[in-house]
């Protein structure tokens, strides 16, 4: 079964609206990070979290990881037609310090602003 | 962007013929990967590699087949393609997967994607 699970799979909101995506596994993950990709792209970094509890932004965009190491979400404040894309979450499963090849990454959640 | 190219760009292909995929690095990162994207599946991992010679399966490894004789090659190959196969291929390489190690934040880089057709 899938390991990392993220909704909403689609949001469309106006330009200027709030949008937020979540993430979560039913196993505690040593990290999450998140991706952005741009309509016909390929997946782009965009930050990694680590910590229990941490939070953390870029402009517009607020990341946060749950106290419990199970969940995370991306927050952007205001949106503008230049964040349109697929926001994807993925996490290494286990405990940090581990060497852990596999990367699970959520389906994604593909973000439609009109102006 | 890190040195990350894969060819072919674009492949249509018939069912049944083998096809192979090359993903070629200039970054020396350790690490590479095989992802398959389809709509409604998000990334999904076919295979991976941590070394020359060292691979594991993913979550959709059946039908493919990788190989890693040099640490900038990554060939993904499917012995006999199925229209099931037909989807949007990534390479992505990381540096390592050792999360406590200083500066490293085990992102996954990307390459440009490769669109396979199987009819």
């Known amino acids: 079964g899938q390991q990392v699970m993220q909704i909403p799979q689609y949001q469309h909101v106006q330009e200027g609206e709030d949008f937020t995506t979540y993430c979560n596994s039913s196993t505690t993950l040593s990290n999450i990070q998140w991706y952005k990709q741009r309509p016909g792209g390929h997946p782009v970094f965009l930050i990694q979290l680590v910590k229990s509890g941490e939070v953390k932004k870029q402009k517009r965009l607020t990341f946060q990881f749950g106290e419990a190491k199970k969940n995370s979400s991306l927050h952007i404040t205001a949106t503008q037609t230049t964040d349109v894309g697929t926001y994807f979450c993925?996490?290494?499963?286990?405990?940090?310090?581990?060497?852990?090849?596999?990367?699970?990454f959520g389906r994604g959640t593909q973000l439609t602003v009109w102006p | 962007d890190a040195g990350i190219t894969q060819s072919p760009r674009h492949k249509v292909t018939e069912t049944g013929t083998p096809v192979t995929l090359r993903c070629h690095q200039t970054?020396?990162?350790?690490?590479m990967y095989w992802y398959r994207q389809d709509p409604g599946h998000g990334l999904r991992l076919i295979h991976y590699?941590?070394?020359?010679?060292?691979?594991d399966k993913g979550e959709v490894s059946d039908g493919y087949s990788v190989s890693r004789s040099k640490t900038e090659d990554f060939l993904l190959t499917l012995e006999s393609a199925t229209s099931s196969q037909t989807s949007v291929y990534f390479c992505a390489i990381s540096e390592s997967t050792i999360l406590h190690r200083r500066g490293n934040t085990g992102e996954l880089f990307f390459g440009e994607g490769s669109r396979l057709t199987v009819l």
């Open positions: 970054e020396n990162h350790r690490y």
């Open positions: 590699s941590y070394g020359v010679k060292d691979t």
């Open positions: 993925a996490g290494y499963l286990g405990e940090r310090g581990s060497t852990l090849g596999r990367l699970y």
